[in-house]
């Protein structure tokens, strides 16, 4: 069975670009992640700041110097490198490790917020919370992304969410900040809609 | 990405680098209050070792196990190879059994070059007569970098029984990929005359050990294989011991910031004596623990990913 002919035939479709988030935006959301974990931790206390690679890195480290300015208190920052635990490791070609760098104090008791740019299948966090298991107990656990983006595939949620953005599955979110890739935005790819 | 790894020759510089600093990460395991990783959860690695060993079997069965991975012990004393059975045979029963990895130890030079022919999955050379011992050559040169910081431009002195030795040639190999400059020392019944320039162009060949000491940064001492000799190599084990062992004035000949490296098992008081062998500068211990973190990283890089 055919569909009826296009009344005219439609031009190629262009892989259409919408930036959600420019610089300065990503820097508006990242002070109010900042401040709403000030004010859901009380002040910041016993919190640890984990990065997880690699863009989550440098957000983590913006957060603390954000909380910092704001109440004068000193987050310690960390990294959790997940590559080991991954689900899909079998799936690629054989992954980079990289390092994973906790604060010298440890995790042990400590309120550990976990940090990524995007949050998508919610896979990532399951490897992140599996890692952090491995290497302490904290009391809790909590998650801070830049964007959701939606379409979880496990029970998985974001306690610091910086932009929520609707997105079709065969669409692509992608965050650049100037520390990895030289410049702020979140950019949309994808879609025939432009 | 290699699919196995029987010889130095095998890695390029970026791909031993690749396997230091992923070591550099495996060590951290070390250190933690869980030391274990998902990453070959499933995964079948067969030790199969034709000759006595310790740490290498214990190193690699640890390592396998620090990375989850199901791990079968396999030594030809006590099995089907006492009964006559050859090693294609063995090889076709550990391919039914699904092994995802087999690290093979064999007395003959070329077996695990074979074995790659038989089986389906990753094969690892884990010393191979007087061939080749990869693995060891990647933990010494990761003990050099985290001591010394550094492997291109190092100047390192192999001395001993090089004839014999499949840490040696592995060695080489590794070392001038990686930038390093080579010497190997020894009495001249002990040093092939042709293989060292065939190895690695840029080897030198030395058999006086007291002048090459003061300008050297690693001094790698091996292990007089007696075992392995059926004709008198050198007139006397006093003798070699005086000319090419390792004592405390030949140690302080060397410059300040210079190793001492051992393979092991060591015969103190052959090449190396206790004096040195206990000193701070000596490694050896360090390259045991190495050993677990260099194999993980071997492990993980065959078989982590979807490498077919």
Redesign the interface.
């Known amino acids: 069975m055919a569909y009826p002919p296009a009344a005219h035939p439609s031009p190629p479709r262009q892989p259409s670009v919408k930036v959600i988030l420019a610089a300065a935006d990503v820097s508006r959301v990242v002070d109010r992640i900042a401040h709403q974990i000030l004010e859901k931790t009380q002040g910041a206390a016993d919190t640890v700041l984990l990065g997880i690679p690699t863009r989550g890195v440098p957000l983590a480290k913006r957060l603390a110097a954000r909380i910092s300015t704001f109440e004068d208190v000193t987050v310690p920052v960390g990294v959790l490198?997940i590559t080991?635990?991954r689900d899909d490791?079998?799936?690629?070609?054989?992954?980079?490790?990289?390092?994973?760098d906790l604060p010298s104090d440890g995790i042990d008791g400590k309120r550990v917020i976990l940090v990524d740019d995007v949050l998508f299948s919610g896979r990532t966090v399951r490897a992140a919370l599996?890692a952090l298991?491995?290497?302490?107990r904290p009391a809790s656990v909590q998650l801070a992304v830049l964007v959701d983006r939606g379409h979880r595939q496990l029970p998985i949620r974001a306690d610091y969410v910086g932009k929520n953005i609707p997105t079709a599955l065969a669409e692509s979110v992608k965050v650049t900040l100037a520390e990895t890739d030289g410049a702020d935005e979140v950019k949309l790819y994808g879609g025939a809609s432009a | 990405m290699i699919r196995h790894l029987l010889s130095g020759a095998d890695l390029d510089a970026a791909t031993a680098t690749q396997i230091l600093d992923t070591a550099a990460e495996m060590a951290t395991v070390a250190g933690r209050e869980v030391k274990k990783l998902p990453a070959l959860r499933g995964r079948t690695v067969v030790n199969l070792f034709y000759e006595d060993s310790t740490r290498t079997r214990i190193s690699f069965e640890a390592a396998a196990k620090r990375l989850s991975a199901d791990v079968i012990n396999f030594s030809a004393k006590g099995s089907s190879v006492a009964k006559g059975e050859s090693l294609k045979d063995t090889a076709l029963t550990l391919q039914a059994m699904g092994a995802d990895a087999v690290v093979v130890r064999h007395p003959a030079s070329g077996a695990p070059h074979r074995l790659a022919n038989w089986v389906d999955g990753s094969v690892v050379n884990a010393g191979d007569g007087t061939h080749e011992h990869p693995t060891q050559a990647l933990l010494d040169a990761y003990t050099m970098r985290s001591r010394l910081g550094r492997i291109a431009g190092l100047h390192v002195a192999v001395v001993g029984d090089v004839l014999h030795s499949r840490v040696a040639r592995s060695n080489v190999l590794l070392l001038s990929t990686l930038g390093a400059k080579v010497t190997l020392v020894g009495p001249p019944t002990l040093i092939p005359v042709d293989i060292p320039q065939a190895l690695a162009p840029g080897t030198d060949v030395s058999y006086d050990l007291d002048t090459v000491l003061p300008g050297v940064d690693v001094v790698m001492m091996l292990r007089v294989q007696r075992e392995r000799m059926n004709d008198s190599y050198f007139p006397s084990a006093r003798e070699y011991a005086r000319r090419y062992g390792l004592d405390g004035p030949r140690m302080r000949r060397l410059p300040e910031h210079a190793i001492v490296m051992h393979p092991g098992p060591m015969n103190r008081g052959m090449e190396i004596t206790p004096e040195v062998a206990d000193s701070p500068r000596s490694t050896i211990v360090e390259q045991v623990a190495n050993g677990v973190s260099v194999r993980m990283a071997v492990l993980y890089l065959l078989l982590g990913g979807n490498n077919r």
Do not use: F, I, K
């Open positions: 490198d080991l635990y490791l079998r799936r690629h070609a054989t992954r980079a490790v990289g390092p994973t599996d298991s491995d290497v302490g």
